[in-house]
């Protein structure tokens, strides 16, 4: 009995003193100086953050699931507009959670003020970091530039493909994906091929024929070729607003009577491809009934004395 008595009291000495052990781990201070920096408060806050980070995660699919079922019902609501609000709504909810965290760090309003003007003074680097956010919740709030719509900047042509907070993805015609700072949108100019209100977009090709040919059967050859192809919009009753495709003579050049060819098509994202089919076509056609397209010309006049020109004769005399 002794024997047993002394074991459980050697059992419950060693318990005690793991407990002891671990609690002097968890009231442990990590950094000198901060005596409320425990382990057992970093344990803590570091479960609440991760709590805190998946609920957010957790809220954030779930308002996109109802907003996306809502918003499919609105039919003057389009794909890029609903993208824009699931991103602000995504941003929000971030934003609340980033302050229940600090305030759970006790990291008061006048520190994190403290720290944004210390951000705002670092330099230009950040200002334009800021420029591309504020730009971001711009492009999102206007609509003016949405995903899914045709861009053109700097004479590259692309579909944007995604509107982040501070970049935006655009794919350009051969499949290149290209990075832009959304500032670019707001500061530089950007033609948005997608954003007019008719069904098509007006475009025109320019071509040159030789002087004396007839000019009133280059303009119905230059209208057939448009009628030919399948992508230039030729019935206007459809669509009031456009123009069915018409030539005009442009100008008298060195070397060529200038034409152009008016017409609208709605394939504006192959619109190269396009214009390409009515070169071939202009080409055929103009073929068939002899029409010359121009390409330049020069002729030299030589001025040769009679001493030369008989210096000339002796020389081919004697070969």
């Given at each position: 009995?002794?024997?047993?008595?002394?074991?459980?009291?050697?059992?419950?000495?060693?318990?005690?003193?793991?407990?002891?052990?671990?609690?002097?781990?968890?009231?442990?201070?990590?950094?000198?100086?901060?005596?409320?920096?425990?382990?057992?408060?970093?344990?803590?806050?570091?479960?609440?953050?991760?709590?805190?980070?998946?609920?957010?995660?957790?809220?954030?699919?779930?308002?996109?699931?109802?907003?996306?079922?809502?918003?499919?019902?609105?039919?003057?609501?389009?794909?890029?507009?609903?993208?824009?609000?699931?991103?602000?709504?995504?941003?929000?909810?971030?934003?609340?959670?980033?302050?229940?965290?600090?305030?759970?760090?006790?990291?008061?309003?006048?520190?994190?003020?403290?720290?944004t003007a210390l951000f705002v003074g670092i330099g230009f680097g950040l200002q334009?970091?800021?420029?591309?956010?504020?730009?971001?919740?711009?492009?999102?709030?206007?609509?003016?530039?949405?995903?899914?719509?045709?861009?053109?900047?700097?004479?590259?042509?692309?579909?944007?493909?995604?509107?982040?907070?501070?970049?935006?993805?655009?794919?350009?015609?051969?499949?290149?994906?290209?990075?832009?700072?959304?500032?670019?949108?707001?500061?530089?100019?950007?033609?948005?091929?997608?954003?007019?209100?008719?069904?098509?977009?007006?475009?025109?090709?320019?071509?040159?024929?030789?002087?004396?040919?007839?000019?009133?059967?280059?303009?119905?050859?230059?209208?057939?070729?448009?009628?030919a192809h399948q992508d230039i919009v030729i019935d206007t009753e459809l669509h009031?607003?456009?123009?069915?495709?018409?030539?005009?003579?442009?100008?008298?050049?060195?070397?060529?009577?200038?034409?152009?060819?008016?017409?609208?098509?709605?394939?504006?994202?192959?619109?190269?491809?396009?214009?390409?089919?009515?070169?071939?076509?202009?080409?055929?056609l103009f073929r068939e009934v002899s029409i010359t397209i121009a390409f330049p010309?020069?002729?030299?006049?030589?001025?040769?004395?009679?001493?030369?020109?008989?210096?000339?004769?002796?020389?081919?005399?004697?070969?």
């Amino acid at each position: 009995m002794h024997i047993r008595h002394i074991t459980i009291i050697q059992n419950d000495t060693a318990s005690m003193s793991i407990l002891a052990n671990f609690q002097d781990f968890l009231n442990y201070t990590p950094i000198p100086g901060y005596k409320d920096l425990t382990v057992s408060r970093i344990l803590v806050d570091l479960f609440v953050l991760i709590i805190i980070y998946a609920s957010a995660r957790l809220l954030i699919s779930i308002t996109k699931r109802l907003l996306e079922r809502r918003l499919a019902k609105v039919k003057s609501i389009d794909s890029g507009k609903r993208f824009a609000i699931l991103q602000i709504t995504k941003y929000v909810i971030y934003t609340i959670a980033i302050s229940i965290m600090l305030n759970r760090l006790h990291i008061g309003s006048a520190i994190f003020a403290g720290s944004t003007a210390l951000f705002v003074g670092i330099g230009f680097g950040l200002q334009q970091i800021a420029n591309d956010l504020i730009s971001g919740l711009i492009i999102l709030f206007e609509g003016r530039v949405k995903v899914g719509d045709m861009v053109e900047m700097h004479s590259t042509v692309g579909r944007i493909n995604s509107i982040g907070i501070r970049t935006s993805t655009v794919e350009t015609r051969d499949s290149i994906e290209i990075i832009v700072p959304n500032s670019k949108f707001i500061s530089d100019n950007v033609i948005n091929w997608s954003s007019n209100h008719s069904a098509a977009t007006r475009f025109q090709i320019t071509v040159g024929v030789a002087y004396g040919s007839n000019v009133e059967l280059v303009k119905e050859k230059l209208i057939q070729s448009a009628y030919a192809h399948q992508d230039i919009v030729i019935d206007t009753e459809l669509h009031p607003k456009l123009e069915k495709p018409y030539v005009l003579f442009k100008d008298f050049g060195d070397n060529s009577l200038n034409f152009e060819l008016h017409f609208w098509t709605a394939n504006t994202w192959d619109i190269e491809i396009v214009k390409s089919d009515l070169r071939f076509i202009i080409d055929q056609l103009f073929r068939e009934v002899s029409i010359t397209i121009a390409f330049p010309q020069r002729d030299v006049h030589l001025t040769v004395d009679n001493e030369n020109v008989n210096k000339l004769k002796q020389v081919f005399a004697n070969k």
